[in-house]
């Protein structure tokens, strides 16, 4: 079982250090590059995995820690794998004042998961933006990359039980266990 | 440019021209009707792509000649989603917040039928006798569209819109200048940067084209940081060739070579369309290789911010175009002499760049004529939070935060009472009503310790905490702080600290005074713009609304009923309906159950105070209320409902 695992593991970092380096083509090793190769490759592979931004200080002949401080000091970056649906709850100024946070909370409380985690089942992550541009339908969440307007706790709710009703209707006959046990 | 090529130009121009007016009217050729969908990321999120479907697919299934096409923002957001139909034999008529079925009633009634569905009308576009047109709202005296002017106009995908609708003619105009004219032009103008600081921007042009050094860049900073503006945004989604037309007219200006467009990643859409653009430019040769046949070359390309707000800081910004994290630098030397890769570089906010073409086009004086004495042009606001009309409104400057919030934005929604507007963001502040006279321009809100910053507008009501809005701009910086300086890193910690303290209700009356000290050091120690304009919410709210923060010292009260830690929701007994359970039902913690009289009971244990059961409770028996501080909520007696 335990060795099953670690083959897996070496089979995803080889296919990551692959991806990576495809990406990595299509660049030139130029420093400026930096943060579009991080953009692209978060784009690809969802997130920034260790093999990755190895592969990319190599490329382009920087300090491993160096790519690292970047990484880290851009909110977009993530250095987990992303759930299948994301969850961006709005916290910009028009959002906070008509009870965002209420509305995190909401998530927090029904994800069972803090703000930039991502829930066991990789079903879905959740984290907090600073305003996406639509204060006008505060309090804003937008998942899957789709603003919606007016989210409050019972539209919550609403959406986790519509992920559910679709979950159940690509799988009949309710859940099937995952092999991910 | 030389004598020998002013004919090229005029001539490449005018088939342009031509070429994309004969689109346009193609369009609209007054023989059928076009369906026009606001697209822009506020139309969106309201529905706007599903009823550009429905519309699609009806217009498809009845087999109709008529073009269903995007367009951006109007600023009527409220609205949202909008379409705007032009009929012939009608005027253009707006419809609100339609959804596929009225989109599907449009098709039916108004393009096959006769019946222009007044029902679902926003406005009419233009004078008629039929129906109000928008220049018959109160708004309309107050509004000056020049930036915004097309943006819900035209289709922003489609560069033969722009161009027919008088665009690039200020880039061709610009091309036969000599580039110290342009900058005198622009320095005349008077026009001052909209990225908040108000920097001239001739000044900066000339500064740029006159500094050392051969290759020279211009960026467009569309980084918009401030958590509570959407100006930028609109104006890349709805009209993005203003914006490289600015930028093109700058590079002949100051003698660039390359320009950036810096779009923060949280915009997907806005970068998009600048990409879309782009590319049309380019095709058409006002982008690249000896545009229209000068000898002027020019090349942009979009960039995409990683979610930082120190970005947007100038200095900032250019680290992180260079693949660096984004700490800002100490000034001078400046950008315009020393910036991108070490090469003199302009950088300059959208709303600036989009002003350029109109400065061209109608000459300096004309642009001068509108405005105050220091502060030239018009002013775009995001207007958000308790106001009725949220969205986009243009100004000129010197119209005062009455007009703005009251006539253009129609006030405060349900009945409430206007409490303040926080302008500036992060870097500005909180005014209340005693201010709301004055006018908008760059330096006078500095006296009452907020600044116009880059536009946005949140209207806050009697339901909002000053000292919660503090805090939260304050968690903000804190968190944005790049940490390079050690005030602005660790003097927002312990400012953030002593207000959380505050919310919770464990606040001591020599804070307020720590609180102002802590707020000089952080000022006067900090590099950047950021650390420096930090404390400015805190200090104008504990100006203007001290009372605020000794209730919530000295009385464990929170005022507006906001502050978690200083409420309990309460179910009034003698106002409970036996029979009703919304609240039951809607309780997202199951916190609410029946008593035996079947009056609801909250088990304040459980509550998470979300509010929802105030929300839930029908409006004839109004039950739910918060009360502050908790101590006052009378404690259930056994068995027995209070009487
Ligand atoms: C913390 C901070 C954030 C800023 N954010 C922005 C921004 O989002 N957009 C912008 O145009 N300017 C921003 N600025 C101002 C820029 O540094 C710079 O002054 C501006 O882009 C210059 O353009 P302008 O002359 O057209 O105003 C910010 C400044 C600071 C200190
Ligand atoms: S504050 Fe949430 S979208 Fe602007």
Known sequence: ?????????????AEFKQQTKQILKRFGRKRSNLIPILQKVQGKLGYLPREAMLEIAEFLNMPDIDVYSVVTFYNQFRLNPPGKHSIRVCLGTACHMKGGYI?????KRRLEIEPSETTPDREFDLDTVACVGCCTMAPVTVVDNKPQGKVEPTKVDGLLLGFELERKKQKP??????DEA | MKAAELPTIVSTFRDIKDRAESHWRELRDNSKAVIMVGTATCGRAAGAMEVLKALRDEVKKRNLDCPVIEVGCMGHCYSEPNVTITKPGYPPICYAHVNPVIAERLIKEFILGDDPCLEFVLAAAEENDLVPSFSDFPRAQYEKKVVLKNCGQIDPQQIEHYIAHGGYAALS?????????????VKRSGLRGRGGAGFPTGQKWETCRYAAGRSKYIICNGDEGDPGAFMDRAII???????????????????????????????PLAVHRAEIALRQAQKLNLLGKNILGSDFSFDIKTFQGSGAFVCGEETALIESLEGKPGLPYNRPPYPATRGLNGKPTVINNVKTLASICHIIE????????????????TAVFALAGKVVNTGLAEVPMGTTLRQVIFDVGSGIPNGKRFKAVQIGGPSGGC???????LPIDFDSLTDAGAMMGSGGMIVLDEDDCMVEIARYFLEFTQRESCGKCTFCRLGTKQMLEVLDEITKGKGRIEDIDMLMELAQDIKAGSLCGLGKTAPNPVLTTLRHFRDEYEAHILEGRCPALMCADLITYYIIPEKCERSCDACVGTCTVEAISPNKQRIKVIDQEKCVKCGTCLTACPPQYNAVIKVSPPSEVPAPKKGKTRK
């Open chain 1, 1 to 13: 079982m335990a060795l099953n695992k670690d083959k897996r593991m070496a089979e995803e970092q």
């Open chain 1, 103 to 107: 509305t995190l909370d909401a998530w």
């Open chain 1, 173 to 178: 006959g309710g859940q099937l266990p995952t």
């Open chain 2, 173 to 185: 105009k610009a091309l036969q200048m000599r580039p110290e004219d342009i900058i005198d032009e």
């Open chain 2, 237 to 267: 989604e709805s009209d993005p060739h203003s914006v490289l037309e600015g930028m093109i007219i700058a590079g002949y200006a100051v003698g660039a070579r390359y320009g950036y467009i810096y779009v923060r990643a949280e915009y």
């Open chain 2, 362 to 377: 109608n000459g300096a004086e004309w642009f001068a004529s509108i405005g105050t004495d220091g502060s030239k042009g």
């Open chain 2, 431 to 437: 005014l209340p009503e005693s201010a709301l006279d």
